[in-house]
């Protein structure tokens, strides 16, 4: 009798542990609001890329780790201690590598090369600049004349398509 209480005992500590259903589930609201006149933020930003003369090379063996995020993660990693060891660049233009698996498939070696090259003259481009793109990009709509082809307004401007 004794076994019989203790084991409907620990069935109703099991049981009795349950969690709140989704209809007694709160609802939380998670909306942002702004004002409606608020100044937003200009997204671009222009920079000129100033490339290196000389072309780096650079040998890198992944540890374990580096191997376990997957082939991607080697060859970023592989770029980004390539590019800490030659100057801080921020970015190897003409990226070329060279790949060494061993019998199993994994990565043993990788070298990468090419032209590091930083970011410089960060700069907005200003309402002047926007208003002259704007004439230079073709409404939606109209209607362009190019060869007898009819061409496509919006970002694809003076594109022909077809024949």
């Not at 060859?75 to 030659?86: D, F, G, Q, S």
């Not at 233009?93 to 970011?119: H, M, R």
Request: glycine share 10%; hydrophobic share 40%.
């Amino acid at each position: 009798m004794k076994k019989i209480f203790t084991l409907l005992v620990v069935a109703a500590m099991f049981t009795g542990c349950a969690t709140t259903s989704p209809s007694m589930a709160k609802l939380v609201n998670t909306a942002t609001h702004t004002k409606v006149n608020a100044v937003q933020p200009t997204v671009a930003v222009f920079a000129d890329l100033q490339v290196s003369p000389n072309k780096i090379s650079y040998f890198f063996l992944p540890s374990q780790t580096v191997q376990n995020g997957g082939f991607d993660n080697v060859v970023n990693t592989a770029v980004r201690e390539a590019l800490i060891a030659n100057g801080n660049a921020d970015v190897l233009v003409g990226l070329e590598q060279q790949v060494k698996y061993d019998g199993n498939g994994v990565v043993e070696s990788i070298t990468v090369s090419g032209y590091p090259a930083k970011y410089v003259n960060f700069r907005s481009p200003g309402d002047e600049y926007l208003r002259e793109l704007a004439k230079e990009m073709p409404n939606e709509g109209k209607k362009q004349n190019t060869q007898g082809a009819q061409g496509m307004g919006g970002l694809f401007g003076g594109l022909k398509l077809g024949k």
